[in-house]
Structures are given as structure tokens and as C-alpha cells.
């Protein structure tokens, strides 16, 4: 049986946001967490993918978004270790190492069912298994390294000891993967560096601007979180390959047009139909004139389906969008890789799901707010945002978020602690 989510996974998942980086350096408090960097990074690996592929040599996209999850993982449990000495103990160590993360996690990964955590163990164990992909994700993971890094080092430059044997290092292990063409474009400071640039912003735009946090994420954080998110949900719908990667990079685009628009709360965007329809103009407009002309024009097609309407359920017909309407996950007569089906009410499910975490780990560490407290009351009563009829059909599906919700979020609790604090009364 497989599950979408465990309560344990998504705490593991919001470990990152509590990991900083760079601890022994002077860096800047917001954006420079584990769970922006792996965010990032995958950023970084599709387009790195997009400029690998051919029709002759596609690239397996499924195998390069769990490869992405699997790193991300395994770094959960190791991220604290100082990078010179987490590489000297794999080099010398490496399959007791993967080993030894492999059991710290496998009560997390055992209970998803489908194989998930055997796939997770053959990663680490096959170094040959999906070995271009493997490639792909390591150069995506030197560069994000090397995108903080120039940060870093403006800061520490005459501070920190060691810090030019540190650049050279990390230059050393990205020209080991020049003959990726989309490394040499990330090298120099053409399009594609730009766009990464304007893509790593969302590393420091604080989501709940209004509201302390902890822990507090990003908006390229949250992007990573809905994509996995999606890819849970979509592999435990039975989805296919090609499914489960539309909604994965559609989780990890949605948010996308924050860089140039930052966050619009919800309730601004929903107060009116013509605002939300002025929005979402603006949104395209400025996505088209801003990020399209940074990117190769064969890739614009498919970056504006995964950022314009990201949570209609929907498909490719007769060579344009289409929504799929009353239907709130992909029927399985649209489940066809040439239709690109998106499961975008799943998706919302997973974008509110995520808020909602959020919102209820941060009253889990004793932060209570006006805000926090409204968000987590509005989400609980409808997770689909489309209603309960929306949440019956999604739970038969397989997907049942009311129960997950009820196991994570203790809104009695939350109640209250909030009515004795704030002597709130519903």
C-alpha cells in the first residue's frame, strides 16, 4: 500500500529549515538554510537537465527528482557535519556512512510503502545506478554551493581562515563537470547565471512576513516542500512517471513570480474575482518580459504551464491548456505523457497543507499569533480550498489530507493555548 505522507516525513522535511549553513561564517540570517539550498539546487538541476536533453537523449526525469529527494534526505541527517570532513569520510568511508543513514531513516521511509525505501538504500549503494542523473544533481549541488558561497565570501574575505583554499575547492569541484553544458553557461554571467540569480532571491523573501515563525522558511523553500509534497501525492494516486514529474516541477515552479511580484497574501489575492484576474495578468506579463527572455525560448512553453494556473487539474489538448473541470485529480484516460497531465487541485491541497505545517510548527515552539492562529483555523476547515465535495472525491482517490491533518495539526490544542493567551473566544 502506499501512503501519500507520515507525520515523521514531514518533520524530517522541516528539519532542513531549522539547519543553517555556512555556521562557521559570517552569512546572512535569512535564505542560507538546508532546506533553501536543496530547493535551489534542483532549480539549478532542471535547468542543468533541460540543457542535457535530446530527443535522441532524454534525460529520466523521474529518476533525477527522487535521486534529488534521496540527496536531500540523506543531507538531513548529515548537514551538521563541515563539508572537508564529511568528503574525507566518504571518500575513505562512504559505504558505512550511507549505511549508517540509511538506518537512521528507515523508520521514517519503511511506512511509505511502494518500495520507496529500497530505492532510497540502492541509491547510496549502486554508485553506477542512474548515473547521469546522479551527475546532473552533483553539479546542480556544487553549483548552489558555489551561488552562497559568493555571498559568503564578500562577507569573510580577511576574516575567516581558510576561506581562499575554500574557493579554490569549490571551483576545483565545478570544473569537474564542465562538459555539462549548462555548467559553462552558469560559469560566466550570461542568461543563465542570471536566471539562477533571480531564481536564488526567493532564498531570501520570508514567507508569514506579517508573523514570527519558527522555524522560519523561505519562499524557495516552500517551493521545494510542495514539490515533494506533490510527488508523495501523485505516487500514492498511482499516477504515472510522467505525471508524478508535472506535478513535482510544478510544486517547485508555482511560486515562481514572487521574485518579481514578492508575496500577495491570499486574502488580497481572493478579496475580489478582478483582483485575483488583474494578479495573475501581471504575474504573466511580468514572467514574459522578465524570466522568459533569461531562458531558451523552447523552454518557455512549458515554464508558463507550470506557473500560470498552477491549480486547475489540467492537460495539453489540441495544443493548449485545458482545464479539466469537476475533476479534481487526472482521470486516468488523460494520465498519457504526450497530454502533460497536472493534478493542480492536489497541488493547492499540498500548497495549503504546507501553510498549515507552517502555522502549526511555529505554535509547536511557543510562537502564538493573530495570523498564525487564523491561517491554521482557515486551512483546517477546508484543505482543498474547493469545499468538502472536493475533499471527499480527493480522499477517494487516496488521498485523504482531513485525516493527516487531524494527526499532525492537535487544533484543540492550538484553540486552547490561543484562547488562554490571547482570551480569544470563536
Known sequence: MLVMLTRELIEKIYDAANSQRWKDHLHPHQGFTELDKQAHKMVIAYVLAKYEESPENAVNWRALIEGGLFEFLHRTVVTDIKPPVYYELMRGNGREIDGWVTGRLQPVLRGLGGGFFDAFSAYFAKPQHCAREKRILKAAHYLATNWEFRIIYRMNKGVVVGIEDTRKEILSQINDYNALAGVQKMSGNGKTRKFIDLAGQLRFQKRWAQSPRIPETSVMGHMLIVAVFGYFCAR??????????????CGLFHDLPEVLTRDIISPVKRSATEIEDKIKKIESGYMREKIFPLLPAAWHGELKYFTENEFDTRCIKNGAPQKLEGDFVIPPAYDRPELKPVDGVVLKCCDNLAALIEAVLSYKHGVFSDHLYTAVMNITKSISG????????????GLDFPKLIDEFSLIEEIKKNHQARFHYLD
Not at 510522467?242 to 516541477?249: E, T
Request: charged share 25%.
Open 236 to 249: 500514492a494516486l498511482g499516477a504515472s512517471d510522467a505525471r508524478i514529474v508535472n506535478d513535482y516541477l
Open 386 to 397: 474547493r469545499g468538502a465535495d472536493a475533499d471527499a472525491k480527493i480522499a477517494a482517490a
